[in-house]
């Protein structure tokens, strides 16, 4: 028993399992590519490479799923780094941005925020940094495009302190940017480390130790960059902002890298760092209130995405479950906390680019794929011994709104399941008019080519004909409060707002603006509006 639980601490200690998060084209492709590159991964980076070819395509994108199986939809890639046992979630971006992308984060111990020094701080960056916040899970920075001529490394800093309200500590500083982009100076070994091209593309770039007095790197960067450089790290080490591994576990800093993922430069200083600071799975919280430990607690863990009908012919459903505590081995039985039903997992599945393994055993930290008979939903847990439910798998507020429309009014029935099992994947959700007078459902994404992508699967898997009216909502919040009546809720349906049912019967106030919902915030003082709900639990008395 105590060398099993060795063992479990052993493997769960070296696990880490993190997302990168990033605007599009920031370089998140690149730069996994060249993490599992550094990983000894190579052989999946071509498969990386694929999807970044193939991601600007919509219309196409379903043909292009189903041809590619599952690994469009990969949850997670693994690999060993330094004896870490690494999981690196993918959070779907660019057009196939959807709800899933912020939930995938639930799974994660850790994020690298990855940013564009030309671009700084964008949208989609404040966005799912704000899902992470939330969560209070520590944020590494990666900067990323050194090579090109972007903005000053300090300007950059204050702009994510700015608009991220998060202070960074940099971990390393550039010397030299744009063309002289040579390498980087590491803060904490006080060593100076300079980069060289690798002769054959895809190959790592080579590293080397230098120092201030170099002259060719004086002469490679000019000496007024050379004096910058100096000067810029005397600033620094005198503003006194050193890393702390508390503050950055509790998210209130972030540890800054700077590097271009595309010539390899900085990406493994930055990961030898990394693996040291990134946190092994800790507790997670649960409704019950305790924490389970990762260690001690016995196996545990919960579906944090659904993959439906990957298989037409078949119908299956893959759910990903992150294990959250204990040792999962195949064949296991645990209890479906929601249902209190006993489950065997017999069929566990890893995902690794176009091939399924299937899985012996896994620990806290990794990712498995169950297949699913159609009992398992999103947010659902499952474990051995007292039965305990994992919080922070949830539903986020749409930003794209639609009426669907049956063409054909004979299959309201083939609808209705469809819509059910759709929704249930979490990609898309399904709104109701409180009266019900309206007969055809709200559809809200946080992705608008989730809307396409439920039209499609609807006409193939359920041979429905739909039409979609776009409606002009793009802000929603579920409306909370013990006073909340019908009266309040016809209030709320006033100007461009409007007030819906979501699935669960959790009232849900739609607005065109920004400003019509702040204005609604304010004067509804004692309702609370909020943007994330956990599925599976009716806030409403
Ligand atoms: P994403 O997944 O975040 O959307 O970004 P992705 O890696 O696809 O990178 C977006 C573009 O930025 C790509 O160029 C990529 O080559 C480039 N890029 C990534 N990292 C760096 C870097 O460190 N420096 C520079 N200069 N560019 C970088 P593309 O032209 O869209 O694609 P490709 O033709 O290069 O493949």
Known sequence: MTESLDRIRAEVGRRRTFAIISHPDAGKTTLTEKVLLYGGAIHLAGAVKQ????????????????????????????????????????????????EDTYRTLAAADC??????????????????FEVCSMRHIPIVTFVNKMDRAGRDP????????????????????????????????????RALLRFEKAEDVGGKASMSLSSFDDAELRDAIGSVA??????????????GNEFDQEQFLRGAITPVFFGSAMNNFGVEPFLDRFVVIAPPPVARATIQGEGVPPVQGGFSGFVFKIQANMDPQHRDRVAFLRVASGRFHKGMSAVHARTGKALTLSRPVQFLAQERFVVEEAFAGDIIGLWDPGVL???DTLCQGEPVEYEGVMRFSPEH????????????????????????????????????????????????LQFEVVQYRLRTEYGVQTRFESLPYQYARWVE??????????????????????????PLA??????????????????????????GRSSRA
């Open 51 to 98: 999807r970044r070819n193939e991601r600007h395509t919509t219309s196409d994108w379903m043909a292009l799923e189903r041809e590619r199986g599952i690994s469009v939809s990969t949850s997670v890639l693994q690999f060993t780094y330094q004896g870490h046992h690494i999981n690196l979630l993918d959070t779907p971006g660019h057009n196939d941005f959807s």
């Open 111 to 128: 994020a690298v925020m990855l940013i564009d020094s030309v671009k700084g701080v964008e949208p989609q960056t404040i966005k799912l």
């Open 154 to 189: 300090l300007e950059l800093l204050d702009e994510i302190e700015r608009v991220l309200g998060i202070p960074c500590v940099p971990a390393n500083w550039p010397i030299g940017a744009g063309q002289s982009f040579q390498g980087v100076y590491d803060r904490k070994s």
């Open 226 to 239: 050379h004096q910058q450089l100096v000067d810029e790290l005397a600033l620094l080490d005198g503003a």
């Open 377 to 379: 939903r999103i947010g």
């Open 401 to 448: 709104f639609v009426r669907i429309r049956l063409t054909d009014p004979l299959k309201r029935k083939q609808l209705k399941k469809g819509l059910e099992e759709l929704s249930e994947e979490g990609g898309v959700q399904v709104f109701y008019d409180r009266m019900r007078l309206e007969r055809d459902p709200i559809l809200g994404a946080v992705g608008y």
């Open 481 to 506: 409060g013990d006073g909340f009546d019908a009266d309040d809720f016809e209030k709320l349906s006033y100007g461009d707002a409007m007030c819906v049912l979501d699935g669960e019967d959790r």
């Open 510 to 535: 739609l607005f065109e603006t920004e400003w019509s919902m702040r204005r609604t915030v304010e004067k509804f003082s004692s309702l609370r509006f909020v943007a994330a709900v956990q599925p």
